[in-house]
T-cell receptor, first 114, second 111 residues
Framework: EAQVTQNPRYLITVTGKKLTVTCSQN?????MSWYRQDPGLGLRQIYY???????DKGDVPEGYKVSRKEKRNFPLILESPSPNQTSLYFC?????????????FGPGTRLLVL | SQQGEEDPQALSIQEGENATMNCSYK?????LQWYRQNSGRGLVHLIL?????REKHSGRLRVTLDTSKKSSSLLITASRAADTASYFC???????????FGTGTRLQVFP
């Protein structure tokens, strides 16, 4: 089944403890992206990647890192999480290689930073 | 902020009724998309309409785009309880390669 998967789906952690949220897609998509969703703010883009080894900042990149070593994987890294990073995170991919076209979303990762 | 606005924020209707949601945006666009999100889950793409299109249909969904008013609407006809979800519009501003999402409309369809 064609899909975007994220792990873990739920995560509770403490301030400062490094964590990684994995994202994988099996559709051979060039473009991948990370968003966070907060009440009243909609979805905001954190980072995106047009292709392997090509990543760039979105609208809210502070406190996050990403890497794209393989086409299918795009992990989101929080080196030193803080409570304001408590949010619902979504990974997405696009078949056209463009960020402004149809995107396919993962199921989400709900993160709580204490 | 380039973020669009959606109206209403919440909508409650009975099964069989039509639901209309509106989206306004601020800058010229390449395309506008509508997504559905079931509670706490990932977004699912519904329809993409380009700036040179005025109307598009997909099953019970009808999307219109008025670029002169910088607005779009999503109509769901003959709604069902399974249509209960949040609906988001997302615009691709002209000259960019990103999507700007609105804050969504929560639709509740009562059986």
């Amino acid at each position: 089944e064609a899909q975007v998967t994220q792990n873990p789906r739920y995560l509770i952690t403490v301030t400062g403890k490094k964590l990684t949220v994995t994202c994988s897609q099996n559709m051979n998509h060039e473009y991948m992206s990370w968003y966070r969703q907060d009440p009243g703010l909609g979805l905001r883009q954190i980072y995106y990647s047009m292709n392997v080894e090509a990543t760039d900042k979105g609208d809210v990149p502070e406190g996050y890192k990403v890497s794209r070593k393989e086409k299918r994987n795009f992990p989101l890294i929080l080196e030193s999480p803080s409570p304001n990073q408590t949010s619902l995170y979504f990974c997405a991919s696009s078949p056209t290689g463009l960020g402004g076209e149809t995107q396919y979303f993962g199921p989400g990762t709900r993160l709580l930073v204490l | 902020s380039q973020q669009g606005e959606e109206d209403p924020q919440a909508l409650s209707i009975q099964e069989g009724e039509n639901a209309t949601m509106n989206c306004s945006y601020k800058t010229s666009i390449n395309n506008l998309q509508w997504y559905r999100q079931n509670s706490g889950r990932g977004l699912v793409h519904l329809i993409l309409i380009r700036s040179n299109e005025r109307e598009k249909h997909s099953g019970r969904l009808r999307v219109t785009l008025d670029t002169s008013k910088k607005s779009s609407s999503l109509l769901i006809t003959a709604s069902r309880a399974a249509d209960t979800a949040s609906y988001f519009c997302a615009q691709r501003p002209l000259g960019t390669d990103k999507l700007i999402f609105g804050t969504g409309t929560r639709l509740q369809v009562f059986p």
